[in-house]
C-alpha cells in the first residue's frame, strides 16, 4: 500500500504517521499493495483536526473525512467509513452478480442553494465503466454527478442525482 500524506496549516509528526499506516493495516484484506493512499491532515479554525483519507484501487475511488478535536480521532474514524463504505461496494456487486439486478441507496438531500463561485479546477481521467458502476463510484465519492466513458461504445456521459432520488444521464450531442 502507498501512502501519500499531505498537510495543511500543520506540521505532521512521525507519531500521527506511524499511528495512521497502523490502522491503514486494516484495509489490506480489502487491497493488494499496488493501492494508493492519499492522507490530508489540515488544521482548522479553533483548532479543529480535519482528516481526508482516499483511496484508489482499480479505478475505483472511496473517500472518508472527519473532523475532530484529535487528529488520532479523525484518522480513526476515516478508516472505520471507508471500511463501511468497502464492505458496501463489495455486497452490492455481489449482489448484482447473483440476481443481475442493482439496488441504489441514498436518497437525494436537499440542500440550500449558495452563490455560485468557482473555487477550484481539477482535471480528472475518465475511465470506461457501465452506468451501474459509475452511480456506485458517485455514491462513494458522495457527489451529486460523475463523469465516464461508457463501456460499450466509448462515449462521454455525465449521470447525476436527481431531486426525486433517481438518476439522470447527459449525453453530448455535438453539432
Known sequence: ??????????????????????????????????????????????????????????????????????????????????????????????????????AFGDAYENTPEEDVKIVRSKAITVKPMSEEEAILQMNMLGHDFYIFREDTDESLKVIYRRKDGGYGILEPEYV
Open 1 to 102: 500500500m502507498n501512502i501519500i500524506y499531505t498537510s495543511r496549516k500543520c506540521s505532521v509528526r512521525e507519531s500521527l504517521k506511524e499511528f495512521t499506516e497502523k490502522k491503514l493495516k486494516k484495509l489490506d484484506k480489502f487491497f493488494t499493495s499496488d493501492c494508493t493512499v492519499s492522507v490530508l491532515f489540515t488544521l482548522e479554525k479553533e483548532n479543529i483536526c480535519k482528516t481526508e483519507i482516499t483511496t484508489e484501487y482499480k479505478g475505483i475511488i472511496f473517500r472518508a473525512q472527519e473532523s475532530s478535536d484529535d487528529f488520532k480521532v479523525s484518522v480513526d474514524s476515516c478508516v472505520d467509513m471507508l471500511i463501511r463504505q468497502i464492505r458496501k461496494h463489495k455486497t452490492k456487486l455481489e449482489k448484482r452478480l447473483k440476481d443481475s439486478s442493482f
